[in-house]
């Protein structure tokens, strides 16, 4: 139900983002419709601009006919005037000066049209280039709007799909669990009744127990604390089998932190021979030497942890009885641990000063002299964290010694502690790590830097990362089973005092009694014989024609069969012996003839000397089956011989002679079978091996053909998935063509429409042009 509720918010939760998305994309659509008005309506100012342009152009030309007119006026005038100048009078004067006055103001008049028509022509084009430049404008924003409005339709679109497959992925999932939660209420219903079932049948148990207790106990020990320590606590199976688990996961953890160790120590003394003197060069300086003494026993000190952890390991089985009381090999470990603690004290003081010579060289900058300062802080660091692990460890030791040594209820303090030490040596260890990396940066700066120095720095920062990363494995491990650490273990029945150490050998050894004791008597006894079988067993020994001389003339017979194949054997030793030093000589020899070939191809080629020892293999092979076939060979005929080999005797009976051809003939006979014997029990080992080998092979063939059904498994997987996302990703492809191709004709449009009307204006103010031109 709690799952279907986090499934219930999280689609309001992707609800509420779907329906805030659709908002903002109504803001974007009424922000896009506005800019379209808005355009929409400069363009009809355009138009209107443009109509006032062509009423004044009108009035222009009217204005230029009426010009026209004037002129042609004015020419008549002068003409009459002309005329009649010949005869002047008075009323020509006056009629002349009116004239003169009504040219003058029609001159005026022409001026002034003129400078109105200059003045709105200027005004037209200014007016002109600024509706150019702000359609131009509203052209950009309104691509930039589309180009948003495009992205967010498609992020939109996106959104909802993935909203809408989050949906459907959700409702199955809904769905699923409702299921899960039916068969949870239906396995509870059962759970419940069984529960039911196994009160009524616990408590008929514990009433019958109560009953035998007080008939058959004499006395209860549970009350005595001596004696109650010597009982065996409950069995707690899933408690052993999770000690064991977890021992063998900190076991894995601590063996990568030896090895990290330890490469860390062997490259830091590295470092120490080659840097800041390369000791092939000249002698390193006493305090190095002895720093890169101390460094090279940290085996003797680190090795230790791993084989006294191992043995705490191999001592949690799922019999024993787990608890800090009984777990007695956690104190070899400590002690240890205590070692390495003392040799990183040591040594501590010899890193100290060798950094110091690193700062006192003449190479050394300021900020390498930092670095080392750096270093110098997390080397203490980290040592004062392993004393502060090693007091905890001790503590964890003490109860497997001495009683009453740590208060139960300290326990998980410590464990906690302990926890929060792993978690600092962690850190410590990681800033040591990372100051380190910045150092070397550093010194690939200096020109005095070689390429052993790289190499080794390399491989020291990488034990140190190694060594980071086996730190805080370990920090994460015991903090994810600290609850297991501090929880309470056994203890003895009747009792909430914890375990005595000095009484838990003899528990341990009560326990193993009782097991042997519950197996023995759980073990089904032995079949015994019908009566009548016995007495027809009976009949048949007593009415049996072999008498005990027989039977002891048999076995007198058979003892000397055995002291003969004694002897057989004894000399199949010697013979084993001499083919062993043969073979020796041989492989001497062989040696021998290989090194001469190496000497006198003088080490050129590889390749034939490797042919050539394959012919001597080959040839020794061959040399050694026919010996042996011989040792078989002779081994038949020496065995047969030596069986075959009988008395003669020339004057005999015919019974004699007939017993002697007998018994050679069975001799003979068992000969044969021996070598048959031992011919099938070499085919027998031979087949042995071979099935060994094909089983061998067909379990490899079996891990492959699972390795290859899961990798096809994943495989298929991973084609469907992208089969969807490619199907996904081409249907919105598609709708983005679409909504480009639609976007694509309705800008086609428009800049035609803008270039018709860019090119009229073009014509009009070219006619206008040459009109001022014609005046």
Not at 103 to 109: G, N
Not at 564 to 589: D, F
Not at 602 to 629: K, R, Y
């Amino acid at each position: 139900m709690a799952n279907v509720t986090d499934l219930q918010t999280k689609y309001s939760k992707l609800a509420q983002e779907y329906s805030k998305l659709r908002a903002q994309n109504q803001v974007l659509k009424k922000g896009v419709v506005d800019e379209q008005a808005n355009s929409a309506s400069f363009k009809e100012q355009l138009k209107q601009r443009d109509q006032s342009l062509r009423k004044q152009e009108q009035e222009m030309d009217s204005l230029s006919f009426r010009n026209q007119q004037l002129a042609k006026r004015v020419e008549l005038l002068q003409e009459e005037l002309a005329s009649k100048a010949d005869s002047p009078s008075q009323h020509g004067l006056e009629t002349q000066c009116v004239f003169d006055e009504d040219l003058q103001k029609k001159i005026e008049e022409n001026e002034r049209l003129h400078i109105q028509f200059y003045e709105a022509g200027e005004q037209h084009s200014r007016q002109e280039s600024e509706l150019k430049a702000r359609l131009q404008e509203l052209e950009k924003d309104s691509e930039q709007h589309q180009a948003v409005v495009g992205g967010l339709t498609t992020k939109y679109m996106d959104t909802i799909e993935r909203l809408q497959s989050d949906k459907a992925r959700l409702e199955i999932k809904s769905q699923t669990l409702e299921r899960e939660a039916k068969e949870c209420r239906m396995r509870t219903e059962e759970c419940q009744q069984q529960l039911r079932l196994s009160q009524s049948e616990l408590n008929r148990q514990v009433k019958q127990s109560s009953s035998v207790i007080q008939e058959k106990v004499p006395f209860n020990d549970t009350k005595l604390i001596g004696y109650n320590s010597l009982n065996v606590p409950p069995h707690n199976r899933r408690h052993q089998l999770k000690a064991r688990d977890v021992a063998g996961q900190a076991l894995s953890f601590i063996q990568d932190l030896v090895a990290a160790l330890l490469n860390f120590h062997s490259y830091t003394e590295q470092r120490v021979h080659i840097y800041p003197l390369d000791s092939s060069i000249e002698p390193i300086s006493p305090l190095n030497q002895k720093f890169s003494q101390y460094l090279h026993e940290n085996a003797a000190y680190v090795r230790p942890l791993e084989d006294s952890f191992l043995h705490l390991h191999q001592s949690i089985t799922e019999d024993t009885v787990t608890v800090l009381e009984t777990v007695v090999k956690l104190k070899s470990f400590a002690d240890h641990f205590s070692s390495y603690t003392h040799f990183l004290q040591k040594i501590l003081p010899y890193q100290l000063k060798s950094l110091e010579e690193e700062c006192d060289t003449p190479l050394c900058t300021a900020a390498l002299t930092a670095k080392n300062q750096e270093l110098q802080s997390d080397m203490k660091r980290v040592t004062s964290v392993f004393e502060k692990m090693q007091s905890y460890i001790n503590l964890l030791a003490l109860p497997s010694v001495r009683q009453d040594a740590m208060p139960q209820s300290s326990t998980s303090a410590v464990f906690t502690q302990l926890a929060a030490c792993l978690h600092s040596l962690h850190d410590a260890i990681k800033d040591m790590s990372k100051h380190y990396n910045q150092k070397a940066s550093l010194e690939q700066e200096l020109p005095t830097i070689t390429q052993k120095l790289c190499t080794t720095t390399e491989c020291l920062l990488g034990s140190l990362g190694s060594l980071t990363s086996s730190t805080g494995k370990i920090a994460t491990f015991f903090s994810n089973n600290l609850d297991f650490f501090t929880s309470s273990g056994y203890s003895p029945r009747g009792s909430t005092l914890a375990l005595n150490p000095l009484q838990a050998e003899s528990m341990l050894a009560n326990k193993k009694k009782a097991a042997a004791y519950i197996s023995a008597v759980k073990k089904a006894r032995p079949q015994s014989v019908p009566y009548n079988d016995a007495l027809s067993n009976r009949r048949v020994l007593t009415s049996s024609t072999e008498s005990r001389e027989g039977l002891s003339q048999q076995v007198q017979q058979s003892q000397d069969k055995i002291a003969r194949l004694e002897q057989e054997k004894e000399h199949w030793l010697l013979e084993a012996q001499l083919g062993k030093v043969r073979l020796e000589k041989e492989n001497q020899r062989i040696a021998d003839l290989e090194a001469q070939l190496a000497a006198a191809q003088g080490g050129i080629l590889n390749s034939p000397p490797a042919a050539a020892s394959t012919p001597v293999q080959s040839q020794e092979e061959a040399e050694m089956e026919p010996s042996a076939g011989e040792r078989e060979a002779t081994l038949c005929t020496s065995l047969v011989g030596m069986l075959c080999t009988t008395p003669s005797v020339e004057h005999v009976g015919d019974e004699e002679s007939r017993e002697t051809l007998i018994k050679t003939h069975y001799m003979a006979r068992v000969g044969e079978l021996t070598t048959q014997l031992q011919i099938s029990d070499s085919k027998a080992v031979h087949f042995h091996s071979e099935c060994r080998a094909l089983a061998k092979r067909l379990a490899i063939a079996e891990k492959s053909r699972e390795t290859l059904t899961e990798e096809i498994k994943l495989a298929t997987q991973k084609i469907t998935r992208l089969q969807d996302e490619l199907a996904t990703t081409k249907r919105s492809y598609e709708d983005q063509l679409s909504m480009m191709s639609d976007h694509l004709c309705s800008m086609n449009e428009t800049l035609s429409k803008q270039r018709e009307e860019i090119d009229t204006l073009k014509l009009g103010s070219k006619g206008n042009a040459k009109k001022n031109k014609g005046r």
